[in-house]
């Protein structure tokens, strides 16, 4: 899969709090190169290809393209998905909601504060020009917001204007993908910024947490650096429902292969009851200390 790098350096989008300094100006990442990855669900091959089409017909007709992504019942607009819209400073130009075409949507932030705007710029501002953001969001008709998954990509039109085109899906069934992008993220800030880079990876405001899925960091004792739930917990010698030393496999993987998929049962955040669960993990060293980073993701 093809990845891209985030140059060091500061993305004029008048990014709100520290946290945007440091991504915008500290952090090394990689992101998610989406045409090339291996999915393993239909409907996200069917997202990404709408989008692609989307951003092919832009560059094709220019700023005609936005009439048709209005057409209600078409290919670009039907039951609760929509192509949109936008340009590199948060205009919309097409919308499922007509009052949001010619509005400036910079600002605009999920329930937790999370600017996704800004985030799909943050997407499309390299040379891959693709993207993925996740954000609560509500369902056309519905008064409490869901996790919404979106996938952008830019366009350049005939005219020489830069648009942002991109749809979303509600629900969206997290990609193993999606998790090995967030674990490269992370650990690549990390690595770049030391132990500040743990405040961030709690925010709810970063793009590190999303649906059921986060970022863990566990040292090289089994101690929890980095959990919603339990941080600065102890698991070296804890077991699963069946048994399973799983901490210990996971620093195992970690040491004997660098990074690697480890699979045991752990409790969704607010159930009690464990679900099957797979997590992508990638050991870094700092200074001489073993750190290892890790999402999960629930396989029922």
Known sequence: ??????????????????????????????SLFAEDAEYQY??????????????????????????EFAVQDSKWRHDDKYVFAIDPEGMVYAHASAALVGTNVIELTDVNGKPFIKWFLIEVSDEDSSGWSHYL???????EPTWKTTYVKSALAPSGEKYITGCGLYNMTTEREFVVDQVNE???????QGLDAFDVLRDPQSE??????????????????????????????SQDENGKFFIREILEVGRENGSGWVDYWWSKPGEDKPSSKSSYIRQIEIDGDIFVVGVGVYLE
């Open 1 to 30: 899969m093809k990845r891209k790098k985030w140059h060091n350096r500061f993305i004029n989008l008048n990014l709100v709090g520290s946290f945007f300094i440091v991504v915008s100006i500290l952090m090394f990442s990689l």
């Open 42 to 67: 239909k409907e996200t091959e069917q997202l990404v290809e709408l989008v692609n089409d989307a951003t092919i017909l832009i560059e094709e007709i220019g700023e005609d393209a936005f009439a």
């Open 137 to 143: 969001w509500n369902i056309p008709g519905e008064d």
């Open 186 to 192: 992370a650990a690549e800030m990390i690595t770049s």
């Open 208 to 237: 590190f947490i999303f649906n059921n899925n986060y970022v863990f960091v566990l040292n090289g004792e089994g101690m929890l650096l980095v959990h919603p739930e339990i941080e600065g917990t102890n698991l070296y010698n």
